[in-house]
């Protein structure tokens, strides 16, 4: 095996192992459910509810606003781009 294909599979060992350790984190905190259930909604009532609910300018007293609303951005995005 060539010096360039083990060093390839080795990348592939590390990002494997990265993405196993990740998702056992997002099982651990809740994280996967939490975005499972943004899905929904999302699916459920469409991204114009969710602007309406969940925008920061509709939202100025709510501190977390904006970073809610940027999960639900994100994903928003991620269904948009499997979706093509």
Avoid at 24 to 42: A, M, Q
Avoid at 47 to 54: A, R, S
Avoid at 63 to 81: R, S
Wanted: net charge positive.
């Amino acid at each position: 095996m060539s010096k360039k294909k083990n060093s390839i599979n080795s990348i592939m060992g590390e990002l494997t192992k990265c993405s196993n350790e990740l998702s056992d984190l997002s099982k651990k905190t809740g994280t996967s459910t939490k975005v499972d259930k943004i899905r929904e909604e999302i699916s459920e009532f469409g991204w114009k509810h969710i602007l309406q609910k969940y925008h920061p300018d509709v939202n100025i007293d709510d501190p977390a606003a904006n970073e809610l609303f940027q999960l639900y951005k994100c994903v928003y995005d991620d269904i948009k781009k499997n979706d093509k």
